[in-house]
Structure formats: structure tokens, C-alpha cells
């Protein structure tokens, strides 16, 4: 996380406390020409537009009123979503179970995206279980790690 994904994080996270929700992940990037600086959010039994509405009325308070970006940007909040990106150590436990897409910096036994059930997460590596087995993968192999949602 950049520092003003990190700053926006420190201020979104006693706001998001106090309204019930948490802070899934907060991201500051530059698409298209122009900077943008999204908050996505979590709550049990699913996240609301309200939800949503209520977060960035308070923290576009804050962000004003401190005023740590320089230069504009647009400010998005938004739901983490089904199939959202596992980042962190604590992302992974809690989806321990969970169907996911393994995609790869490379490929490995002809593709560079896997899909299965989380098994099991460490530094080292993460284990998926599909139809044709167990599947390890190094973690330095991996570019990303999503949620799935199979119909």
C-alpha cells in the first residue's frame, strides 16, 4: 500500500469502526491521466449503497479538512464485491474454504489461472484443491488471488 493509501486507510478506519463496517483494502492509482483514491468495505450480511454513501460523506470530511493529497482526484467507495482480491495474511485465513482464482505470473502445466478451494496460505506458498488435485503454488509465482463465485 502506498503512503496515501496507508494515510487514507489510518483515517477511514475509526470511521468505518464507528459505522459498523470495515476496511477491506484502499488503493491511490493513477488510470487514464488521472488519480484516483478508492475505499472498499465490508460489512457482515453485505454492504449497502447506504453504507457506502454514509463512509464517504465522512471521511471526504476528513480528507478535506486535513487535506493530504495535493493535486485532484476522484474519491470512490465502494463494496469489497463477491469475488474481491486476497491481499493480506488475514484475507486468506478468513476465506480458508473458499473457491478462488490463482492466476500466475507464468504458466504452469499449461495455464496461468487456476481455480479450486483454498487449502492453506503461508509466506511460501498457497494450496488449492480442484477436480484434478491438490495444486501448490509459490508464492513469488502468484499475481493475484480472488474470491470466486461459481453459479
Known amino acids: 500500500m502506498n503512503r496515501i493509501a496507508q494515510l487514507a486507510y489510518e483515517l477511514a478506519q475509526p470511521i468505518a469502526k464507528e459505522q459498523g463496517i470495515e476496511i477491506w483494502d484502499v488503493e491511490y492509482v493513477k488510470e487514464a491521466g488521472a488519480w484516483f483514491l478508492r475505499v472498499y468495505i465490508d460489512k457482515e450480511g453485505g454492504v449497502s449503497i447506504e453504507n457506502c454513501e454514509?463512509?464517504?460523506?465522512?471521511?471526504?470530511?476528513?480528507?478535506?479538512?486535513?487535506?493530504?493529497?495535493?493535486g485532484s482526484y476522484v474519491f470512490e467507495v465502494s463494496s469489497a464485491g463477491a469475488e474481491r482480491e486476497l491481499k493480506r495474511p488475514s484475507d486468506f485465513e478468513r476465506f480458508i474454504g473458499s473457491t478462488v482464482e490463482v492466476k500466475l505470473y507464468q504458466n504452469q502445466n499449461g495455464s496461468k489461472s487456476f481455480i479450486g478451494t483454498l487449502v492453506s496460505?503461508?509466506?511460501?506458498?498457497?494450496?488449492?484443491?480442484?477436480?484434478?488435485?491438490?495444486?501448490?503454488?509459490?508464492?513469488?509465482?502468484?499475481?493475484?488471488?480472488k474470491l470466486r463465485v461459481l453459479l
Open 54 to 70: 454514509a463512509l464517504s460523506r465522512s471521511l471526504e470530511a476528513v480528507l478535506d479538512e486535513r487535506d493530504p493529497i495535493e
Open 121 to 145: 496460505h503461508s509466506d511460501e506458498k498457497l494450496v488449492i484443491t480442484s477436480d484434478i488435485g491438490e495444486m501448490s503454488f509459490g508464492s513469488a509465482d502468484i499475481a493475484q488471488v
